[in-house]
Nanobody
């Protein structure tokens, strides 16, 4: 049984930082790329970042590039999202997800496993 469990969300002031974690179990970590998505109220789920198993390839949405960093610890099967210089428009539920490869990495329909999400709220 595959489980992705996010943690680390919370309330932070604009300009602050948070680090999200996604613990994966029941999944062959080395066979997957891991992504982060977010969904704000009334909006569609949008791609944030993705990382390959080796960590050698990472991609980001333009809206977070230079502020967010995705990384992973293969020994612990954990994916992280370090979020710096947070803005009110970053407020959303953040989800981690697993996909078979990078072919359609920014498309949420390509991901076959999802976590339950963690709320991030950035106050102005």
């Amino acid at each position: 049984q595959v489980q992705l469990v996010e943690s680390g969300g919370g309330l932070v002031q604009a300009g602050g930082s948070l680090r999200l974690s996604c613990a994966a179990s029941g999944l062959t970590f080395s066979s997957r790329v891991m992504g982060w998505f977010r969904q704000a109220p009334g909006k569609e789920r949008e791609f944030v970042a993705v990382i390959t198993w080796s960590g050698s390839n990472t991609y980001y949405s333009d809206s977070v590039k230079g502020r967010f960093t995705i990384s992973k610890d293969n020994a612990k099967n954990i994916v992280y999202l370090q979020m710096n210089s947070l803005k009110p428009e970053d407020t959303a539920v953040y989800y981690c997800a697993a996909a078979p490869d990078l072919l359609h990495y920014s498309n949420n329909y390509y991901y076959d496993y999802w976590g339950q999400g963690t709320q991030v709220t950035v106050s102005s």
